[in-house]
């Protein structure tokens, strides 16, 4: 048995004290500090490797596995890495649990050994989340268990190339006396099960739950010794559900997933655009539609803005899908550049279908959304904004216009609206473009 001692652990970054503090000195986290007995994490026996000259290096492509979700594919820059570790987070009741368990099938189907550990659900429940989205392979394991010693000897004997973990916070390893879900716990059977992935040349699928405050629940130090940490998102009540990489060492975080929660389980929403402008009304004011870019992947989203005159001394301002800091100069712009009164007017703002939105090229088409509002004029509905705001009011090129015409006009759009700037570069002439240099030339021309 290794030496223990009694630590205070802050539960949010891991932070140890030797006597109870209010606030965590790391991370600025109040009332987060737990007592634990800690244990020294055991050390990773990886082979040393010396240094080396960069020209020495061979590079190849990494071999991945397919999951038969081009969605997730993607997200994880093209299939998984065999001896990778990914994390997914995301609130209990998102999907989490489905989305892995079809892409073990899928593997299993390609013959692909396979293995899912679950510690919070019992066989029977798995068996019949499986019948529902009709699932059987023998190449499929199931491993319902706690003890991170006993998932480790499931893993010697079902030899699997990859394991789903759902989820580390119910994990625990007998060798620490603090409860799972614990910093010390999760921090412990999390770094096991990474140096095992290693050591084995398997991919491990770790779920994690998200705390209220949105972060996967016990530490970020989580999401440092993973490769991947992926997130699972949905706005409460939509069918939608986005899958984000927040960190992947072997691709791009800018791509995103989008799925439909079904009857049978996720189906992949292959043209976002389509979705997210199903339910756009016709001709109201306070709607607008942006092309806004995913990686590399433009999609069509609806803004849409509510103005009304406030009773309260500090009106409000509430933002949806947007950075509320972002909303607050928008319409400080718009009060000082166009001359527009929204001192005492309540300003409501949502992305339509649960998305967020978070590209400067965005904010055209925000500030044109509540002006649309306040002056009760619709917006032509075939017309998408795109463009970056200043101070002054100056409207900024966006980078990659072409590809968000392209995709606007597949959906239909026949007008768009781009900075000056951009329309020089650009070839494509299928739509009426209207270039503009300041907010103003573009009001003049919608109202
Ligand atoms: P689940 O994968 O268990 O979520 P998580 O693991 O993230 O907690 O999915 C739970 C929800 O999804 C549940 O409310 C039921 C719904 N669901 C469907 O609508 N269709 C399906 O085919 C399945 C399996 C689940
Ligand atoms: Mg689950």
Known sequence: ??????????????????????????????????EELVTPVSKLDLPESPPIPIDAIETRDLPRLKTGLSELDRVLGGGIVPGSAILIGGAPGIGKSTLMMQTLSYLSGQKVPTLYVSGEESAEQIKLRANRLGISSPFLYILTENALEAILRGIEKARP???????????????????????????????????????????????????????????????????????????KGHNHRILRAI?????????????????????????????????????????????????????????????????????????????PYRLALLVAILEKRVGLNLGHQDIFFNVAGGI?????GADLGIIVAIASSLLNKAVPFKCILLGEVGLTGEVRSINQPEIRLI??????????????????????????????KVIKEAFQYLF
């Not at 891991?14 to 987060?32: D, T």
């Not at 995913?294 to 309260?312: H, K």
């Not at 967020?356 to 400067?360: A, F, H, L």
């Open 1 to 34: 048995m290794k030496q223990q001692r009694a630590r205070y652990v802050c539960q949010s970054c891991g932070y140890q004290s030797a006597k109870w503090l209010g606030r965590c000195p790391e991370c600025g986290e109040w009332n987060s500090m737990v």
């Open 161 to 235: 190339k990859v394991v789903v973990v759902d989820s580390i916070q119910t994990l625990y390893t007998g060798e620490i006396p603090s409860a799972p879900g614990s910093v010390s716990q999760v921090r412990e059977t999390a770094g096991r099960l990474v140096h095992l992935a290693k050591r084995e040349n398997l991919a491990i699928f770790i779920i994690g739950h998200l705390t209220k405050e949105g972060a996967i629940a016990g530490p970020r130090l989580l999401e440092h010794i993973v490769d991947t940490v992926l997130y699972f998102e949905g706005e």
């Open 247 to 323: 960190k992947n060492r072997f691709g791009s975080t800018n791509e995103i997933g989008v799925f439909e929660m079904q009857e049978r389980g996720l189906a992949e929403v292959s043209n976002p655009s389509q979705v997210f402008l199903a339910e756009r009304p016709t001709n109201v004011p306070g709607s607008v539609v942006i092309s806004t870019l995913e990686g590399t992947r433009p999609i069509l989203v609806e803004l849409q803005a509510l103005v009304t005159p406030s009773s309260l001394a500090l009106p409000r301002r509430t933002s949806i899908g947007i950075d």
């Open 356 to 360: 967020r939105v978070d590209e400067p």
């Open 407 to 436: 995709e606007a006009k597949k959906m239909g759009f026949d007008k768009a609206i781009l900075p000056k700037n951009n329309i020089r570069h650009i070839k494509y002439k299928d739509l009426e473009i209207i270039g503009v």
